[in-house]
T-cell receptor, first 116, second 113 residues
Framework: AQKITQTQPGMFVQEKEAVTLDCTYD???????LFWYKQPSSGEMIFLIY??????QNATEGRYSLNFQKARKSANLVISASQLGDSAMYFC?????????????FGTGTLLAVQP | DTAVSQTPKYLVTQMGNDKSIKCEQN?????MYWYKQDSKKFLKIMFS???????INETVPNRFSPKSPDKAHLNLHINSLELGDSAVYFC????????????FGNGTRLTVT
């Protein structure tokens, strides 16, 4: 069965430093997508970055990059030059084909606190 | 322009009541979803509709009934509310492909007393 795991319930980082949020997944399907979302304290879900299982290069979006290691089934999010506004809950998610359609399942999240 | 909007933002009600949450998207997406986020922030898919057709129905009590009058709207009706239904309910939409991100509404915080 497909599964997504975030082992860090909480993380601290100093402002302007880089931080890596861990995500591992389990699927036997060759085709899948990996997503990261940010949920600030205001509650909305914000899409950050996507990595496809066949993508050769690691995805990058501004200060966000995805360290995709397919053989290890990991898709860690790297945030460079952390800002106070990065303090939020971060969710890793796996999209895969389940039956007639595809599903997006979420990890349990990592709460990131950026300290001044 | 709000891409995915859901109403109401907050819903406080008593056990046993029936309530509805409405969702609309103006992104032209074919697929819409309901997710439930519990008190530990875990997000779980409940339902998914593609072009008004129900395509995902996770193990959700049948007190929950989604309805999609057209592909831009997906509503959630909950009968006989229970304390355990208290959560944040998110509506989302996407195109169907594996690489398409879900766009979420701002959530409806349901509190059952």
């Amino acid at each position: 069965a497909q599964k997504i795991t975030q082992t860090q319930p909480g993380m601290f980082v100093q402002e302007k430093e880089a931080v890596t949020l861990d995500c591992t997944y389990d699927t036997s399907d060759p085709s899948y997508g990996l997503f990261w979302y940010k949920q600030p304290s205001s509650g909305e879900m914000i899409f950050l970055i996507y990595q496809g299982s066949y993508d050769q290069q690691n995805a990058t979006e501004g200060r966000y990059s995805l360290n995709f290691q397919k053989a290890r089934k990991s898709a860690n999010l790297v945030i460079s030059a952390s800002q106070l506004g990065d303090s939020a809950m971060y969710f890793c998610a796996l999209r895969f084909y389940g039956g007639a359609t595809n599903k997006l399942i979420f990890g349990t999240g990592t709460l990131l606190a950026v300290q001044p | 322009d709000t891409a995915v909007s859901q109403t109401p933002k907050y819903l406080v009600t008593q056990m046993g009541n029936d309530k509805s949450i409405k969702c609309e998207q103006n992104l032209g997406h074919d697929t819409m979803y309901w997710y439930k986020q519990d008190s530990k922030k875990f997000l779980k898919i409940m339902f998914s509709y593609n072009n008004k057709e129900l395509i995902i129905n996770e193990t959700v009590p049948n007190r929950f009934s989604p309805k999609s009058p057209d592909k831009a709207h997906l509503n959630l009706h909950i009968n006989s509310l229970e304390l355990g239904d208290s959560a944040v309910y998110f509506c989302a939409s996407s195109q169907g492909g594996l690489g398409s991100p879900l766009h979420f509404g701002n959530g409806t915080r349901l509190t059952v007393t």
